[in-house]
């Protein structure tokens, strides 16, 4: 088995990540990642006949796919996932078809990062917070904003992992306090429901800064996401500060909440493109302590809440560990 070669892929609303794994004397040996953005391919066939060719089109063993979205079935047999956020048709028969591969497994991005939880390391996690530390065998739930906003859950019992894929991202926005209401009313009179996802995204980043910016009477200035971000570190907008600790503050409420209903004393491990992204390249933006202050603020049960450890994972390849973990377990 350690000469077989397995293909992973991570498909994103934003950017496609492949690589090839195998294994060696029980350990994953992940190759070199090739990043493309889904923006400049058509179809996922495109993109993953491009990969294949860059690699010299390997004989495969096994493939593992993962996207941003709920899976479901295709009209064509077997499974699918249509992204919530790019206009990508991702199919198990579209997988088999480009890469040979007889059964490959489709999952849910966030069911992959659940499924690297048990293989992370001190060197790929990131503590937040000081008390509690991970219960053995009690669940664990990956939650991340990116894109979009995910939420997963990684279940062990006798029969072994479990992972409960779920689309968290969609619940209802609870808010606390006076400002928070007034985002919200603002939110629903212009997008009617809004979810968790509306403000807890890359997109919602900015969806928060003009919603600040209507309540306060400011001359309209629409910005992308990373600008709000750099305007928030710099101090050069009050409102861009203001988006980001919503951000912080919604972020934790929400994992809060998703650690509360699955009692996840296993740990809330933080992941998606913008927290771990904000930690490496932007020190200081992520407000740690909001975070878990909101995380933990469930009322009669917040002491409980303390002992709940709650981590952002550091490692940018962790989904493609996973897939490779669930590939492997397929030919086993």
């Not at 077997?78 to 489709?106: H, K, S, Y």
């Not at 062990?156 to 968290?168: N, P, Q, R």
């Not at 998606?272 to 740690?288: R, S």
Request: with cysteine; hydrophobic share 50%.
């Amino acid at each position: 088995m350690s000469n077989e070669k397995f293909l992973v892929a991570d498909i994103g609303g934003t950017n496609a990540r492949f690589a090839l794994a195998s294994f060696r004397q029980g350990e994953v040996m992940l190759g070199p990642a090739m990043s493309l953005r889904t923006a400049a391919y058509r179809r996922l066939d495109d993109a993953l006949e491009a990969f294949l060719e860059a690699e010299g089109r390997p004989p495969l063993a096994a493939a593992a796919v993962c996207a941003a979205g709920p899976v479901g079935a295709a009209d064509e047999g077997g499974m699918r996932i249509a992204l919530t956020n790019c206009p990508w048709d991702v199919t198990e028969a579209a997988i088999a078809r480009v890469t040979g591969v007889a059964a490959p497994r489709l999952m849910n991005d966030f069911a992959a990062l659940a499924l690297a939880i048990p293989a992370l390391t001190p060197a790929d996690i990131r503590r937040l917070g000081e008390r509690g530390a991970p219960v053995p065998g009690a669940p664990a739930i990956v939650i991340g904003a990116g894109t979009g906003l995910g939420v997963s859950a990684l279940l062990s019992g006798d029969a072994g992992a479990h992972v409960v894929a779920g689309e968290g991202g969609h619940v209802d926005l609870a808010p606390q306090g006076p400002r928070e209401m007034a985002v919200l009313s603002l939110l629903q009179a212009q997008f009617g429901h809004v979810s968790a996802e509306r403000v807890l995204s890359g997109p919602g980043l900015a969806t928060l800064h003009a919603a600040l910016v209507a309540i306060d009477g400011a001359a309209p200035a629409p910005l992308t996401p990373e600008e709000v971000a750099i305007r928030a570190q710099d101090g050069q907008c009050p409102q861009s500060r203001e988006a980001v600790a919503l951000f912080c503050g919604w972020l934790g409420a929400v994992a809060g909440d998703a650690a509360l209903t699955l009692g996840a004393r296993g740990g809330v491990y933080i992941a998606g493109g913008i927290v771990p992204g904000w930690v490496a390249a932007m020190p200081g933006l992520f407000d740690e302590n909001l975070f878990r202050v909101r995380f933990e603020a469930k009322g009669r049960l917040e002491f409980w809440m303390k002992d709940i450890p709650s981590f952002i994972v550091t490692r940018p390849d962790a989904a493609l560990l996973g897939l490779a973990r669930a590939a492997r377990e397929g030919l086993v």
